[in-house]
């Protein structure tokens, strides 16, 4: 998923194309210190974008709690260097422009001039010194924040001045990005605690919760602080488990009776995908079964420790989540075929198996080979399990009910899963069971 802030772009569309591909590039070049709110610890983060268009239905509404392709910085650019062409057409148009943003509450804006060689000829022609374009921009619209308006130097030359002034530009988008989003998260985060303090009231459902709170981890994971990408999937973990441990002993809410439907699915974790949004999707619309929810939160809690080079954790995390999953399937009474559950716990070991086997340094294999040595254990179990149920062993003779099981285990796989790795496809898992 695409989860880079958006940031639009107006005024000169010629000359913000000629000059995209250089933002678009050099933003993510240098890291910067993100200094955050409520007394956190700052963060070295690198921001990269995508552009679009302005225009008004961009604008978020009032109620929209989105952070995933919302604009979060605001930008007019323009080559006028000619004080009187910028009384006569310019200062109007970034006056509208202005104007529209303060009607919809957008507060992070910038406005970029650029300066080259050819116009500044132009304007020499000029008998007596006058304030500049980029002066009057600042006193008719930025008054003390000078450094809403910015001015780029011969961006196209190689030369030292250029080259300096396309840095300066480039560490002002950074710094206002990272200041929007300062002022977006505090009230994202404000308004997700306000949810999730409704988590007991009739009508609050997890599955839309579990996507708001989600959208904050996509940012923090973007920026690159996986840590705390990972702690917002492990709150959510926790508070799951607690609802359905909740549901052992009281009543039940509604959104979690349509996890307690038979299962007819039992594809294994797949690490294969960034995000799965076949599953996300089912989440979102409340249609996906316990086991497809667990797989995607697990996958993900997976992918961000793999971000942060630590198989081992998620080696260690395997066992306990494959025993809690099956836990949960006891609690919810969730209907599945004999061997099905087997299947499900095989195909999952051995994706994490074959996930750590990628890292090969010395260090890394000791730490995780303390958790895969179980890991392995288990998956044999199971697939002994299977042989028994299915009559596969040696010596056993297989019965056409028997045969009939293997046809529906081998379906509930789901096929695109099994076949987008080599080292588990579809042909090694049927040769298995």
């Not at 310019?90 to 050819?118: C, F, G, P």
């Not at 288990?378 to 299977?386: H, S």
């Amino acid at each position: 998923m695409d989860s880079k802030p958006l940031i639009t772009f107006a005024g000169d569309e010629s000359l913000f194309s000629s000059l995209k591909f250089g933002v678009c590039q050099g933003l993510p070049v240098e890291c910067v210190e993100w200094r955050r709110s409520f007394g956190r610890a700052p963060k070295k983060v690198y921001v990269e974008c995508n552009f679009a268009e302005f225009s008004e239905e961009l604008l978020p509404k009032e109620g929209n709690w989105k952070l995933i392709n919302q604009p979060f910085l605001h930008t007019y650019w323009t080559d006028c260097v000619d004080v009187d062409l910028y009384k006569a057409t310019v200062r109007d148009a970034i006056s509208n422009w202005l104007t529209t943003l303060r009607n919809n509450n957008a507060q992070d804006w910038l406005v970029i001039t650029v300066e080259t060689m050819d116009n500044r000829k132009v304007n020499k022609t000029k008998l007596l010194p006058r304030a500049s374009v980029v002066d009057k921009i600042r006193n008719d619209f930025c008054g003390k924040t000078h450094d809403r308006c910015v001015c780029l130097l011969d961006p196209l030359k190689s030369d030292s001045r250029g080259a300096e002034s396309w840095q300066g530009l480039l560490q002002r988008i950074r710094h206002l990005l990272l200041q929007a989003y300062n002022r977006y998260l505090s009230k994202f985060e404000e308004y997700m605690r306000s949810q999730r303090e409704k988590r007991n009231e009739p009508g609050w459902s997890f599955c839309e919760y579990f996507l708001l709170q989600e959208e904050l981890a996509f940012v923090f994971e973007m920026l690159g602080i996986y840590d705390e990408a990972l702690v917002q999937y492990d709150e959510l973990d926790a508070l799951f488990t607690q609802f359905v441990l909740n549901s052992n002993v009281g009543d039940t809410p509604d959104w979690l009776n349509k996890f307690s439907r038979s299962c007819d699915s039992w594809r294994g974790v797949n690490l294969n995908q960034a995000v799965d949004q076949e599953a996300r999707n089912l989440i979102g619309a409340g249609k996906a079964s316990l086991i497809q929810f667990r797989n995607y939160l697990f996958s993900r809690q997976c992918s961000l420790l793999l971000f942060l080079f630590r198989p081992w954790e998620m080696a260690q995390r395997t066992l306990p989540f494959l025993h809690n999953c099956i836990n949960e399937l006891q609690i919810l009474e969730v209907t599945m075929p004999p061997g099905a559950m087997a299947c499900w716990v095989f195909l999952s070991a051995l994706e994490i198996l074959h996930s750590c086997e990628r890292f090969n340094d010395s260090g890394q294999v000791e730490a995780y080979s303390l958790y895969t040595a179980g890991l392995w254990a288990y998956a044999r179990d199971k697939l002994q399990e299977l042989g028994d149920l299915c009559g596969l062993m040696p010596g056993m003779t297989v019965s056409s009910e028997q045969l009939h099981t293997v046809v529906l285990l081998s379906a509930g796989m789901d096929e695109n899963t099994l076949d987008s790795s080599p080292e588990i496809g579809r042909a090694s898992c049927r040769e298995r069971v």
